[in-house]
């Protein structure tokens, strides 16, 4: 079981910046790959990115290219994700997960979910 806890959420203003953490409580973090995922009010929960096991590889969502990075740090068994130039439609709660196997866009490829951080951003 692996128990993941996200912070760093808040409420910024448009053309801001915030950076997410999140931590997980197992011994063996680099054995999963992790993403993270967002959830708008009456939306579809949205792939944000994703980083493998090592941290070599990433993907992101077309929406976030260019403005989100997701790194992770497999010594403090956490996985970042700096989001700069902030937009309204950014807004939401989102999600870290981890995957044991096969990782990417689909939700149902991660085994573990975080409860969540609220982002909001105010125009």
């Known amino acids: 079981q692996v128990q993941l806890v996200e912070s760093g959420g808040g409420l910024v203003q448009t053309g801001g910046s915030l950076r997410l953490s999140c931590a997980a409580s197992?011994?063996?973090?680099?054995?999963?790959?992790m993403g993270w995922f967002r959830q708008a009010p009456g939306k579809e929960r949205e792939f944000v990115a994703a980083?493998?096991?090592?941290?070599?590889?990433?993907y992101y969502g077309d929406s976030v290219k260019g403005r989100f990075t997701i790194s992770r740090d497999n010594a403090k068994n956490t996985v970042d994700l700096q989001m700069n130039s902030l937009k309204p439609e950014d807004t939401g709660v989102y999600y870290c997960?981890?995957?044991?196997?096969?990782?990417?866009?689909?939700?149902?490829?991660?085994?573990?979910w975080g409860q969540g951080t609220q982002v909001t951003i105010s125009s």
């Open positions: 997960a981890a995957a044991r196997s096969k990782f990417g866009q689909i939700p149902s490829l991660y085994d573990y």
């Open positions: 197992t011994r063996t973090f680099s054995s999963y790959a």
């Open positions: 980083i493998s096991k090592s941290g070599g590889t990433t």
